[in-house]
């Protein structure tokens, strides 16, 4: 039986991480230690800090990870893209071109007899009004025609530079730490989404940028799972276990 793969944000091209060559070589370097292990690979968004499609033309750049996920796809590794909130303008060239299945909403999935919940995790479980106003207005069919009439010289470097700004606003460029159960979105999300649906076996989220497993029940567990830009941080599913590993290159991965 092989290994079911979990990762998320990597926000490669963004204008704040310094090793963004680096950054993506060791990703695609993780793929390659795993591609003969891999049942399927779930990245779980914002594996782009800005990804806007338009009809003829996709962003510059990211071939050697493009480039890793078609040889995964072409051995038969199921590869799912669920978008994010930084790389949402998404059509069709990953499913075309790369192979991959794209998830435009939460999916709940049976993977080995498992009930598996799977999103991004952005505005799930959050009150907070202008993150909510900015979400929908990202997702209405006529904002993303409009800002698709914008040549792209001008629409990435608007959007990069958007993007960059969330980034470096935060203290440290870092995500706050995790707030505990009674506070932290995503956890109290799925605590209320248990229960009404307390098949549910396991909720991975990205999104937050934090390291998390934690047991909601008997039966259930949260994790999120970190990021590629410091922890390397990715949960595998080997059908009867599933935990939490970082990535550094040289070791043997499961």
Not at 13 to 34: C, K, M, Y
Not at 212 to 227: E, F, P, Q, Y
């Amino acid at each position: 039986m092989k290994n079911i793969y979990f990762l998320s944000d990597a926000h490669l091209g963004s204008l704040a991480i310094p090793h963004a060559r680096t950054q993506e070589r060791r990703l695609v370097n993780f793929l390659d230690t795993i591609k003969h292990k891999a049942a399927a690979v779930y990245l779980l968004g914002d594996m782009f800090d800005f990804w806007h499609e338009y009809r003829y033309t996709v962003p510059k750049g990211f071939t050697r990870l493009l480039g890793k996920i078609s040889e995964l796809t072409d051995l038969g590794v199921e590869v799912h893209y669920f978008i994010g909130n930084h790389d949402l303008w998404q059509h069709d060239y990953f499913e075309k071109e790369c192979g991959m299945t794209l998830h435009r909403h939460a999916a709940t999935l049976e993977l080995y007899g498992q009930t598996f919940y799977l999103a991004h995790g952005d505005g799930l479980g959050s009150d907070d009004r202008k993150f909510k106003l900015l979400r929908a207005l990202f997702h209405n069919p006529l904002c993303q025609r409009l800002f698709a009439a914008v040549h792209p010289r001008w629409g990435m470097a608007f959007g990069l530079a958007w993007a960059r700004h969330s980034r470096l606003k935060r203290e440290d460029g870092k995500e706050p730490p995790y707030q505990g159960e009674n506070k932290e979105e995503l956890v109290i999300f799925a605590k209320h989404y248990l229960q009404t649906h307390p098949d549910i076996n396991f909720f991975v989220f990205g999104h937050r940028h934090i390291e998390l497993d934690l047991m909601l029940s008997r039966t259930a567990r949260v994790l999120i799972l970190g990021d590629w830009i410091s922890a390397f941080s990715y949960a595998v599913f080997d059908g009867e276990q599933m935990y939490m590993e970082n990535f550094i290159e040289g070791e043997s991965q499961p």
